[in-house]
């Protein structure tokens, strides 16, 4: 699945392949799909698109903005899979679940795995759409500084107890990350995933916030993960540390054995060593 990163990669490369274009055609998927979100029946999509450009592409959290302009904001978020652009001539996928033409015979489309949203708002009602609205401050945007993180996890400390997994995890309390990205997080902090958030010290909690925004800088830096695909279907840079591939092989800072367990629904890597 897609976490910030990749929604920042594809962004840039939509603004620079995208951008300024015009939509000859729009059409909703050809592959049903139970867990593809649609708010526009087949017919309404490929006439509110037809004719619309493409403005400047923004992605927030786990979100990305497409204008079609003028009028209309398409909303793509909550997914993985691929999100493709084809050279005029190319040869769309046999399965699909969001295709748009454009008037120099160049086409994106969307083939998601899992679940995902594909809607088309009127612009501003984009906003309102949950998960969407109210959204906190995402780690790659100025406002999310030491300060403000603090504030967060103090606030935190008057409801229910949470782990430092379920902060970077769960209810987008940090829009933008997931379980893959977490545990390399997690691992640069030295934190284990079921360290209370009500017991990190001052340095841990300075660790912890350095951890998120420079992991987050740096996969952002080198195109996403090694495991998605970006908008040319080319894989990320950013090879994880933690991940399955390090599974009872050496810790890359003290040469323990790298373990895995189940935990708030996703598999956790950790040193037992470097991690408290």
Known sequence: MFELPEFATLARQLNETLRGKTVREGRLGNSPHKFVWYNRSHEAFAALTAGKV?????????????????????????????????????KAPKKYHLYIMFEDDAFFTITTQMWG??????????????????????????????????????????????????????DQLIPGLGNAIAQDILFRSRLHPRHPIDDLSAAQRQALYRAIVETVDEVIAKGGRYDEYDLYGRRGGYVRLMDKNAEGRPCPACGGEVLKFQYLGGACYLCPRCQV
């Open 54 to 90: 493409v403005g400047e592409t923004r992605a927030r959290g786990k979100w990305l903005f497409v204008p079609l302009e003028p009028g209309y904001v398409l909303l793509v978020g909550e997914c993985g899979g691929k999100l493709l652009y084809h050279e005029p001539g190319s």
């Open 117 to 170: 949203a594909m809607e088309l708002f009127e612009e501003g009602e984009e906003q309102n759409r949950q998960y969407v609205k109210d959204m906190r401050v995402a780690p790659n945007e100025p406002a999310f500084t030491f300060a403000y993180f603090t504030a967060l996890v103090d606030d935190l400390l008057e409801g229910k107890k949470r782990s430092a997994k379920a902060l970077l995890t769960q």
